[in-house]
């Protein structure tokens, strides 16, 4: 199984930056597939980011893609959300997901981590 930890979360002012992390452990990191997601107080998760079945590319949220960057440092172990221009709207409960098989279902959750932006 794939054990997730995000760290990063924080109080950021519109229009700053933050990157979240993602540490991934208990299997390789070619044997499986992380995306980002959030949750909103009030709201049902929503994806954010995660790497296409090909792995060529990266499928962004509409209301993220153009802020939000998509990285993986396989040495580490770690995935990782640079996210800029954040606003109030990006307030959420950010998790990371693992999936073994591209396109197939998210079937191990990180704890999340806290994201506020406000001034």
């Known amino acids: 199984q794939v054990q997730l930890v995000e760290s990063g979360g924080g109080l950021v002012q519109p229009g700053g930056s933050l990157r979240l992390s993602c540490a991934a452990s208990?299997?390789?990191?070619?044997?499986?597939?992380l995306g980002w997601f959030r949750q909103a107080p009030g709201k049902e998760r929503e994806f954010v980011a995660f790497?296409?079945?090909?792995?060529?590319?990266?499928v962004y949220a509409d209301s993220v893609r153009g802020r939000f960057t998509y990285s993986k440092d396989n040495a580490k172990n770690t995935v990782y959300l640079q996210m800029n221009s954040l606003k109030p709207e990006d307030t959420a409960v950010y998790f990371c997901?693992?999936?073994?098989?591209?396109?197939?279902?998210?079937?191990?959750w990180g704890q999340g981590t806290q994201v506020t932006v406000s001034s």
């Open positions: 997901a693992a999936r073994l098989i591209l396109g197939g279902p998210w079937d191990y």
């Open positions: 208990g299997r390789a990191c070619n044997s499986y597939s």
């Open positions: 790497r296409n079945s090909g792995g060529i590319s990266t």
